[in-house]
């Protein structure tokens, strides 16, 4: 998780409005693409070659439209998003973000770095990193996994849940688990309302009252209980 400032610990500056996540979002892609870590996917300019095409191809609105079914312009332009087109060109990004590993700089005219390798995952950590110290501060608050799914965070009560081992002795261990995940999945999902969320909380509740009575061991059941239904 980023660190908390001063003010951010005293509870003194507000979450992010819908119009200052775009302006967040926005520097955080300029930044990367200042650094080149969108040229695997969507090339350069050259001052002798002209526009030198990246995985993307030669139409880049087109290809964005292949991926997310949206008409979007290239170069972006951000201040013009919706909520869901801003979080799908986000999940997007991620998917075309890579760490330039090797490559030559072009010295004519001051061209810059030409790069021919790079490195996916990494850029994808990177990327990642930068995104969720932002929108873990937006609303209720969101994560973007290593899978390139935007979610909803968990509550503390309902992550340690999900890290929780359930003992094989209740004889239903692979029922529980699957009630868990799908409960895990409702409340996570970036689309879910907030009565979608209030009945994946009550199916957890309702899977943690089975495991009071069932479980010899029950503590940690019992406190993740409380903390789930104080929720």
Not at 152 to 172: C, D, F, Q, R, Y
Request: glycine share 6%; proline share 2%; net charge negative.
């Amino acid at each position: 998780m980023a660190k908390k400032y001063w003010s951010q610990r005293k509870g003194l500056t507000a979450k992010y409005s819908f119009f200052s996540l775009i302006i967040a979002i926005k520097s955080v892609f300029n930044d990367f693409e200042n650094r080149d870590y969108f040229q695997e996917y969507y090339g350069y300019y050259c001052v002798d070659a002209g526009h030198v095409n990246g995985k993307a191809g030669i139409d880049i609105s087109n290809f964005i439209f292949r991926k997310i079914r949206r008409q979007i312009k290239w170069p972006l332009e951000f201040d013009i998003f919706d909520e869901d087109t801003l979080f799908d060109i986000i999940e997007l990004l991620h998917d075309t973000i890579s760490f330039p590993l090797e490559g030559y700089f072009h010295e004519y005219a001051g061209c810059g770095y030409h790069y021919s390798s790079f490195d996916t995952l990494k850029g994808q950590d990177e990327y990642r990193k930068e995104i969720n110290e932002i929108i873990a501060d937006y609303e209720s608050g969101y994560i973007l996994n290593s899978e390139c799914i935007i979610q909803h965070l968990l509550t503390p009560g309902l992550n340690e849940l999900t890290m929780a081992k359930i003992p094989s002795e209740t004889g239903e261990k692979s029922k529980i688990d699957k009630k868990i995940e799908w409960a895990v999945a409702k409340y996570r999902d970036r689309h879910s309302t907030l009565l979608d969320r209030k009945e994946a909380i009550r199916e957890l509740a309702d899977v943690l009252e089975y495991l009071k009575y069932t479980l010899k061991d029950n503590m940690f059941c019992c406190e993740l209980g409380e903390k789930i239904y104080d929720k």
